[in-house]
């Protein structure tokens, strides 16, 4: 059975929301714009960092051919040769991390339900180390309040509240199931998290920047609710 639910029905799907969404007269766009922040400094107003989501149990994991694929790119793209991931903005010690230097540093195991908005949920049991564990090694200055991360998938990137990605339960994930990714499911890493929608967990991840101002993301810059928690 092919898992992979075609990229054109979920462009299809993000053009109709817009065009929905299209009211070209400023008073209306604006009063929307506001009422979508009023939305996100709500959401993040009652979100708490130290709730933990529970897991689901083993048994609910989704047999992996089941467990849909998703990318903007037309293939799964290749994990680029000598990979690392480059870790920058307001840090005292930006860098880049090999693949074994990632899993060196403390890993997490955890079983999420993923939520996609077009309407499919799927469990698996992830396994990386913590956003957090990596703030604590590039040390973040005073005045970050957001994170971003990029991928080689097409410039696919996503933005995140400091709160979210300092989350126990959001990781940088190398593993799924007890298994290295595979190339649908984001290799060589992705972030993983129990506390925000799927397509604010990006896969092929090239860079993480701690920053000062969000930077909005792929699918958030198209209409999508930036918050987006879970
Ligand atoms: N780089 C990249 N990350 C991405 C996407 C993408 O197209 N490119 N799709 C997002 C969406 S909408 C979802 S639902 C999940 C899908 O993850 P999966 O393919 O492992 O199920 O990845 C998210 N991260
Ligand atoms: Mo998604």
């Known amino acids: ?29 604006s009063f929307l ?7 996100a400094n709500f959401e993040a107003a009652i979100f708490s960092p130290a709730r933990l989501a529970p897991e689901p149990p083993e048994s609910a ?41 990632l899993q060196a540093m403390p890993p997490i195991a955890m079983r999420v339900r993923h939520h996609c908005v077009e309407g499919w949920s799927a ?6 180390l913590r956003v957090s564990d990596l703030a604590k090694v590039v040390g ?24 979210s990605a300092m989350h126990p339960q ?3 994930a190398w593993g799924m199931n007890g298994h290295p990714l595979t190339t649908g499911h984001g290799a060589p890493l992705r972030v993983y998290s129990a506390v925000k929608l799927g397509y604010k967990m990006c896969k092929y991840l ?22 987006a928690g879970v």
């Open 206 to 227: 090239a860079e993480v920047n701690f920053l000062a101002e969000k930077t909005g993301g792929y699918w958030e810059d198209q209409g999508y609710d930036w918050f």
């Open 140 to 163: 973040l200055k005073p005045g970050v309040r957001y994170v971003e991360f990029r991928s080689f998938d097409s410039g696919y990137w996503s933005s995140w509240d400091l709160a």
């Open 123 to 128: 469990v698996a049991s992830w396994r990386g």
């Open 33 to 39: 714009r506001a009422m979508k922040d009023w939305n």
């Open 61 to 101: 994991v989704t047999p992996e051919a089941a467990f849909p694929e998703y990318f903007i790119s037309d293939e799964a793209p290749e994990v680029p040769p000598n990979w690392f991931l480059t870790v920058g903005g307001l840090v005292d010690r930006p860098g880049r991390f090999t693949l074994a230097q």
């Open 1 to 29: 059975m092919n898992s992979r639910i075609s990229r054109r029905r979920f462009v299809a799907g993000a053009a109709a929301a817009s065009l929905l969404a299209g009211c070209d007269s400023y008073p209306v766009k």
């Open 170 to 172: 959001t990781l940088l």
